[in-house]
């Protein structure tokens, strides 16, 4: 793993992830911090992020074309790239849900899921970091998966209650349908997560 050309996927693959993170953060902020006004200003700043991803994206395709050996098959680098590139999307199509239903005010776990989406990103991070060395940290990329799948778990039981609220509290039929449509899109996201996840440890069960 210490190669040059073996190390540019999987700091790729973290720098991505990175990405990933911040667009949670910008996200949860828009959220938290929402003016009507301001969400185009929102989605330029989130697209700036998720295009910034595609470039460093590009870069591993690019660079796949034409390596003639690689550190784990292939396909699970195309995989996995693929996972973390649909996380960042996921993201960004949230605040783009907000945008297109002409969203005036957000409701409150709506918030609580994007705390969860934060942790999810955060944690799915440092196992991305850990991946470089996954023959030797098997141990705690495992500790990573449960966590993601503790907190996948997380979002699954707040968007059941989110729905349940929404249904039990709303009486407005259109704001019914905008904010059920968010919520599954939030949920989206932390099942992204849990993707990436999936795929490294599909790799080190094939390489252990």
């Known amino acids: 793993m210490a190669k040059k050309q073996d190390s540019f996927y999987f700091e790729n693959f973290t720098a991505c992830m990175d990405?990933?993170?911040q667009a949670a953060q910008l996200l949860h902020k828009a959220m938290q911090e929402f003016q009507p006004q301001r969400i185009e200003e929102m989605l330029d700043d989130m697209h700036?992020?998720?295009h910034t991803a595609d470039g460093k994206k590009h870069e591993l395709l690019n660079a796949l074309a034409k390596a003639f050996i690689t550190p784990i098959e292939r396909e699970d680098i195309l995989l996995m790239s693929q996972n973390i590139d649909d996380v960042t999307d996921q993201i960004e199509d949230v605040l783009l849900r907000m945008y297109c239903n002409n969203v005036q005010s957000i409701r409150p776990e709506a918030l609580?899921?994007?705390s969860v989406l934060i942790r999810c990103c955060e944690e799915a991070k440092a196992m991305v970091?850990?991946?470089a060395d996954f023959k030797r940290r098997a141990k705690e990329?495992?500790?990573?998966i449960i966590q993601?799948?503790?907190l996948e778990e997380e979002a699954d039981q707040l968007f059941i209650n989110s729905l349940r609220n929404l249904h039990t509290t709303c009486d407005d039929p259109i704001?019914?349908?905008i904010w059920r449509e968010i919520y599954i899109y939030l949920e989206r996201c932390v099942d992204a997560c849990e993707h990436v996840a999936d795929t490294v440890e599909s790799v080190v069960m094939k390489n252990s």
């Open 19 to 21: 990405h990933a993170c």
């Open 48 to 50: 700036a992020v998720e």
């Open 112 to 114: 609580a899921l994007s």
């Open 129 to 131: 970091e850990d991946f």
């Open 141 to 144: 990329l495992h500790s990573h």
């Open 148 to 150: 993601i799948n503790t």
């Open 175 to 177: 704001q019914i349908i």
